[in-house]
């Protein structure tokens, strides 16, 4: 019997607390929100979320990071699995013929709303997200690329810090001056390293004037075109005297971790001249605030013409999402007010061209200096693998650098395979 | 049959049985049996995850066999971590279990020692090999250099990165070495002793004794192994990406390339259809010659 009535009265007890409990009854919007940064530039990035929860007291805008590449094999398992975030930001964006697919069209919220228009974007990078005539995305910045160039080292090699080169003969003579081995034959010091920017290397490509794509035709171009041959076998040329394994053994003490920018050669002093992109301004100026150094933009062959390849970190509304109209909202603040921030405290280029007038920007004068480049902006139109593309790319590239393949056996297999690829997405036999 | 009582509680008892049975019965159907079902449909569909996958039949097998260049130099790779691997790690780690069977001042310390590597987190161990295979700063090739050897690039060479990620390999054999000292100690001591009266020196020993009584472990250590290097996936994912010029790029690294980056989860399946041939036809091969080598006591 007491076992009973203290059995009685323990569950009457738990009622009691249960219904004590504080209710959410608000009706709140939350949205959820992914980005790839970690590190310090997950909390710029996170703090600009921060003002809008604050300024915006019945939505919660739940941030998560998921850092890196990690992002897009998430998401791609998120949206398929129905669980989708409500808004995410992609570094770079993904292969056209994949975003319809994926991720909500943008046409009908950008023709309703006032707020935005496409004319506010720089068309190039605008581009980047479009796949036959639809919006997929919005952009959150451009990027710009330059050759950083450590004053000190010059003055050390008895070059003049003012003059840095400007065609790619010019730019073999500094390398080589800069280059310094110690006595046992290792490198001290690297000039220049033209192979290391993986898919930026389609640089050397357009500025020669070779064709790589061709958007009318659909088709691969980059082996047909004889000019794309001259270009790598220039960069083979490198390899070859430099020895391209020993640089890069030599470069990789710096490259463990891809987010470990205190370790970048360049920081580190072990580079001379390296072509990076805008954002890599703040992070010397963070890590090694006692390099002296200055930009100029990419050397082209004598003949060929100044190219800045194009990119665009990308805001993204997955499909699947059941609360696209809050999400717009969300969506239109970040590249209204949040990307603003963000690429002046990043050190990107504000993919709005109104941007650029803002102190923030204008303020920086080493940052204008790139922005400039900008202009150069190379357009790859219509291509539906570009990711594909760019890895095959940067995969082909390497086997000639490592010798592996004649420069025309490697992009001869490059055109066969990404030409392949293409035919397969768009339906073409 | 009489339905005797005997008969029904044998049905009973039958029925109990898989009753018992019936959870791991539905784990299996339902994360082992379902998924690899799944996988070998896909390898006959173009699937890119978010659209219905579309039947194409024997297509993707058709272009993995005939017009992809890197599938085979994935096989190679493969065949070739694996070919070496494999032996190489067999062998270091029964010369392990040998000198940690003897009774040395220490020995459960050095046995701890020796199988830590085993249970590091793989990704912590990739990292830090990646440091110790430097080639300009690297332990390795530090160490290389006191006996007067210039080390290769290791991850940054062609020739040598594969050997690179077999050392890593090596280095993590504790597992494998605590199974050859279970299997040691199983040997019984009279055979040894009867051995030594009969004026057997150690290495006639361990060729006529030890390898013949551990055969039943080698072989389940071979098949295991060979089924995990076959498999190798975060070693390349953390270290090398498949670089460079795809030197390091195994079956798995590769099909995860093609279904998580390039939405070929079709595609993806077929590679994964073609390495579970594979690793069966391995497995199969090992189990029937395996009753040419392998002794077991009947007690």
Same mark, same amino acid.
């Given at each position: 019997?007491?076992?009973?009535?203290?059995?009685?009265?323990?569950?009457?007890?738990?009622?009691?607390?249960?219904?004590?409990?504080?209710?959410?009854?608000?009706?709140?919007?939350t949205l959820t929100y992914w980005h790839p940064y970690g590190g310090e530039w997950k909390v710029y990035h996170e703090s600009i979320v921060n003002v809008w929860n604050a300024?915006?007291?019945?939505w919660e805008v739940k941030v998560l990071s998921v850092p890196g590449d990690t992002i897009r094999d998430k998401l791609m398992t998120a949206i398929?699995?129905?669980n989708p975030p409500d808004v995410c930001y992609i570094w770079g964006?993904?292969?056209?013929?994949?975003?319809?697919?994926?991720?909500?069209?943008?046409?009908?919220?950008?023709?309703?709303?006032?707020?935005?228009?496409?004319?506010?974007?720089?068309?190039?990078?605008?581009?980047?997200?479009?796949?036959?005539?639809?919006?997929?995305g919005?952009?959150a910045c451009?990027?710009?690329?330059?050759?950083?160039?450590?004053?000190?080292?010059?003055?050390?090699?008895?070059?003049?810090?003012?003059?840095?080169?400007?065609?790619?003969?010019?730019?073999?003579?500094?390398?080589?001056?800069?280059?310094?081995?110690?006595?046992?034959?290792?490198?001290?010091?690297?000039?220049?390293?033209?192979?290391?920017?993986?898919?930026?290397?389609?640089?050397?490509?357009?500025?020669?004037?070779?064709?790589?794509?061709?958007?009318?035709?659909?088709?691969?171009?980059?082996?047909?075109?004889?000019?794309?041959?001259?270009?790598?076998?220039?960069?083979?040329?490198?390899?070859?005297?430099?020895?391209?394994?020993?640089?890069?053994?030599?470069?990789?003490?710096?490259?463990?971790a891809a987010q470990a920018t205190?370790?970048?050669?360049?920081?580190?002093?072990?580079?001379?001249?390296?072509?990076?992109?805008?954002w890599?301004?703040s992070e010397?100026?963070a890590?090694?605030?006692?390099?002296?150094?200055?930009?100029?933009?990419?050397?082209?062959?004598?003949?060929?013409?100044?190219?800045?390849?194009?990119?665009?970190d990308t805001f993204f509304i997955p499909?699947?999402t059941?609360?696209?109209?809050?999400a717009?909202?969300f969506l239109?603040f970040m590249?209204?007010?949040g990307s603003?921030i963000t690429t002046?405290v990043g050190g990107d280029?504000?993919?709005?061209?109104?941007?650029?007038?803002?102190?923030?920007?204008?303020?920086?004068?080493?940052?204008?200096?790139?922005?400039?480049?900008?202009?150069?902006?190379?357009?790859?139109?219509?291509?539906?693998?570009?990711?594909?593309?760019?890895?095959?790319?940067?995969?082909?590239?390497?086997?000639?650098?490592?010798?592996?393949?004649?420069?025309?056996?490697?992009?001869?297999?490059?055109?066969?395979?990404?030409?392949?690829?293409?035919?397969?997405?768009?339906?073409?036999? | 049959?009489?339905?005797?009582?005997?008969?029904?509680?044998?049905?009973?008892?039958?029925?109990?049985?898989?009753?018992?049975?019936?959870?791991?019965?539905?784990?299996?159907?339902?994360?082992?049996?379902?998924?690899?079902?799944?996988?070998?449909?896909?390898?006959?569909?173009?699937?890119?995850?978010?659209?219905?996958?579309?039947?194409?039949?024997?297509?993707?097998? %058709?272009? *993995?066999?005939?017009?992809? +260049?890197?599938?085979?130099? /994935?096989? =190679?790779?493969? #065949?070739?971590?694996?070919?070496? @691997?494999?032996?190489?790690?067999?062998?270091?780690?029964?010369?392990?279990?040998?000198?940690?069977?003897?009774?040395?001042?220490?020995?459960?310390?050095?046995?701890?020692?020796?199988?830590?590597?085993?249970?590091?987190?793989?990704v912590?161990?990739?990292?830090?090999?990646?440091?110790?295979?430097?080639?300009?700063?690297?332990?390795?090739?530090?160490?290389?250099?006191?006996?007067?050897?210039?080390?290769?690039?290791?991850?940054?060479?062609?020739?040598?990165?594969?050997?690179?990620?077999?050392?890593?390999?090596?280095?993590?054999?504790?597992?494998?070495?605590?199974?050859?000292?279970?299997?040691?100690?199983?040997?019984?001591?009279?055979?040894?002793?009867?051995?030594?009266?009969?004026?057997?020196?150690?290495?006639? %020993?361990? *060729?006529?004794?030890?390898? +013949?009584?551990?055969?039943? /472990?080698? =072989?389940?250590? #071979?098949?295991?192994?060979?089924? @995990?290097?076959?498999?190798?996936?975060?070693?390349?994912?953390?270290?090398?990406?498949?670089?460079?010029?795809?030197?390091?790029?195994?079956?798995?690294?590769?099909?995860?390339?093609?279904?998580?980056?390039?939405?070929?989860?079709?595609?993806?399946?077929?590679?994964?259809?073609?390495?579970?041939?594979?690793?069966?036809?391995?497995?199969?091969?090992?189990?029937?010659?395996?009753?040419?080598?392998?002794?077991?006591?009947?007690?």
């Amino acid at each position: 019997m007491n076992k009973r009535i203290a059995l009685g009265m323990a569950l009457i007890l738990m009622v009691l607390v249960l219904l004590s409990l504080p209710t959410t009854a608000q009706k709140k919007v939350t949205l959820t929100y992914w980005h790839p940064y970690g590190g310090e530039w997950k909390v710029y990035h996170e703090s600009i979320v921060n003002v809008w929860n604050a300024v915006k007291p019945y939505w919660e805008v739940k941030v998560l990071s998921v850092p890196g590449d990690t992002i897009r094999d998430k998401l791609m398992t998120a949206i398929t699995g129905g669980n989708p975030p409500d808004v995410c930001y992609i570094w770079g964006t993904f292969d056209l013929h994949v975003l319809p697919k994926y991720f909500t069209p943008l046409n009908e919220f950008i023709e309703k709303d006032p707020a935005i228009a496409r004319e506010d974007f720089l068309p190039s990078v605008l581009e980047l997200s479009e796949y036959k005539g639809t919006l997929y995305g919005l952009p959150a910045c451009g990027a710009a690329m330059a050759v950083y160039y450590n004053k000190g080292l010059f003055r050390q090699a008895g070059l003049d810090p003012n003059q840095p080169p400007k065609f790619w003969d010019e730019l073999e003579l500094y390398a080589e001056k800069l280059t310094r081995k110690d006595a046992a034959g290792r490198y001290e010091v690297i000039g220049y390293v033209p192979w290391q920017g993986g898919w930026w290397n389609f640089a050397y490509f357009w500025q020669n004037g070779g064709k790589t794509w061709d958007p009318e035709g659909q088709k691969v171009t980059i082996a047909d075109d004889p000019k794309n041959l001259e270009s790598l076998r220039w960069l083979v040329s490198w390899a070859k005297k430099y020895d391209a394994e020993k640089v890069t053994g030599f470069l990789k003490q710096a490259q463990v971790a891809a987010q470990a920018t205190f370790a970048d050669p360049f920081c580190m002093k072990v580079q001379a001249l390296q072509f990076q992109g805008i954002w890599h301004i703040s992070e010397i100026r963070a890590y090694a605030p006692d390099i002296d150094f200055d930009v100029f933009e990419l050397p082209y062959p004598r003949g060929g013409k100044p190219v800045n390849p194009v990119y665009a970190d990308t805001f993204f509304i997955p499909k699947g999402t059941k609360k696209s109209k809050e999400a717009w909202e969300f969506l239109k603040f970040m590249t209204l007010v949040g990307s603003s921030i963000t690429t002046s405290v990043g050190g990107d280029i504000p993919a709005r061209s109104d941007f650029l007038h803002l102190p923030a920007f204008t303020k920086n004068p080493l940052f204008m200096k790139i922005a400039e480049y900008a202009k150069h902006n190379y357009e790859v139109r219509d291509m539906p693998v570009l990711q594909f593309y760019k890895d095959q790319f940067t995969a082909a590239i390497e086997s000639a650098i490592y010798l592996q393949k004649t420069p025309e056996k490697a992009l001869r297999d490059l055109q066969d395979m990404v030409q392949r690829e293409v035919n397969r997405v768009i339906g073409r036999k | 049959m009489p339905f005797t009582l005997k008969w029904r509680s044998k049905i009973r008892d039958t029925i109990h049985g898989y009753l018992f049975a019936l959870p791991w019965i539905l784990g299996f159907l339902a994360f082992m049996l379902y998924p690899i079902g799944s996988v070998l449909l896909y390898s006959f569909c173009s699937y890119d995850v978010v659209s219905p996958p579309q039947w194409i039949f024997l297509e993707n097998y %058709q272009e *993995l066999f005939f017009k992809d +260049p890197i599938f085979w130099n /994935t096989v =190679f790779n493969t #065949l070739y971590f694996t070919g070496v @691997s494999v032996p190489a790690g067999l062998m270091v780690a029964l010369a392990l279990a040998l000198l940690l069977n003897r009774s040395i001042k220490g020995r459960p310390l050095f046995r701890t020692i020796f199988y830590l590597p085993a249970i590091v987190p793989i990704v912590s161990t990739a990292i830090l090999w990646v440091w110790i295979l430097n080639p300009q700063y690297g332990l390795l090739n530090n160490l290389l250099a006191k006996i007067g050897v210039t080390g290769p690039g290791w991850l940054a060479s062609t020739i040598w990165s594969k050997p690179g990620i077999i050392l890593m390999r090596i280095w993590m054999v504790g597992g494998t070495m605590i199974i050859f000292l279970a299997g040691l100690q199983d040997i019984p001591r009279q055979l040894y002793e009867v051995a030594e009266i009969d004026g057997a020196n150690v290495w006639k %020993q361990f *060729l006529y004794i030890t390898l +013949p009584m551990l055969t039943p /472990t080698i =072989f389940f250590n #071979l098949v295991i192994n060979t089924i @995990s290097a076959f498999q190798t996936f975060t070693e390349v994912y953390i270290m090398t990406g498949g670089g460079p010029a795809r030197s390091t790029l195994f079956l798995v690294p590769y099909l995860y390339q093609q279904g998580f980056r390039y939405f070929r989860m079709g595609y993806a399946s077929s590679i994964a259809t073609v390495l579970f041939l594979m690793i069966f036809i391995c497995t199969i091969v090992i189990l029937y010659t395996s009753s040419r080598w392998v002794y077991y006591e009947r007690r």
